[in-house]
């Protein structure tokens, strides 16, 4: 590939992270992660580029490490397998990175079902403590703290302080209606909200399957979220 296309490819890389950046700094996790799926089909080339031209090594990758920060937030499976058909597809990426991205993916998925458990418990309690939830559920209560940290920085859940601690809501109902795709054949389905948080059978390809929830303003049917 001639200098020329590489160059190319990194700048629209770097547009992309940029934007990516700046619906994090937001809190609006749906859009930096759609920006940086869309940094990720053009990190080979970036990377390519800034190697042989500009002697850069990686200890990471951007794009990727957005992935795994805000992939299990939303509950967007499909992002990470993504990223590992790209590493496979482009072996060079993960050889050229001092990181373990098998492992960092691998701890991502491990983080997303952390995610539902502390999802489905503030769901099934509505009103429930931290402090509750963290007793309930084990592990490292810094884990728990993190993600509901984040969950309330992008006005996903409800916090408040009451005399017996940090009380915690879903910002939303649970019985308002809403679209997810299906982490089968990812197609859109339309139920409600309540009926997303747990495995159940597809309608369209009839197979047990996870459901990740989508925006409104969503409307290709690509995988990643709009």
């Known amino acids: 590939m001639s200098k020329a ?3 190319a490819d990194r700048a629209e890389y770097d547009d992309h992270m940029r934007l990516a950046r ?3 700094n937001r809190h609006d996790y749906a859009e930096a992660l759609r920006h940086a799926m869309a940094a990720l089909e053009h990190v080979d080339a970036m990377m390519k580029f800034e190697r042989r031209y500009e002697e850069t090594e990686f200890d990471s990758v951007p794009c990727i490490d957005m992935v795994v920060r805000l992939a ?3 509950f967007h499976a499909e992002s990470i397998e993504r990223v ?5 597809q482009h072996r060079a990426v993960e050889r050229n990175t001092s ?6 993916l691998d701890d991502a998925v491990a983080r997303m079902a952390d995610a539902r458990r502390l999802w489905n418990s503030i769901e099934a309690n509505p009103g429930t403590t931290l402090n509750a939830l963290q007793e309930s559920l084990g592990g490292d209560p810094g884990v728990w703290r993190d993600i509901v940290s984040q969950w309330v920085s992008a006005s996903i859940v409800c916090r408040a302080i009451i005399p017996r601690g940090v009380e915690l809501r879903l ?17 859109l389905v339309q139920g409600k909200r309540g009926q997303f948080y747990t495995e159940q059978r ?3 390809c009839g197979l047990d399957a996870m459901f990740v929830m989508v925006p409104d303003a969503e409307t290709n049917d690509t995988g990643v979220p709009e």
């Open 5 to 7: 296309r590489l160059e």
């Open 22 to 24: 700046d619906a994090e």
């Open 72 to 74: 299990p937030l939303i």
């Open 84 to 88: 590992r058909a790209i590493l496979k």
């Open 99 to 104: 990181a373990d991205l098998a492992k960092t």
């Open 171 to 187: 910002a939303s109902e649970i019985t308002a209606p809403a679209r997810a795709r299906c982490s089968r054949c990812t197609r």
């Open 202 to 204: 597809c309608p369209t």
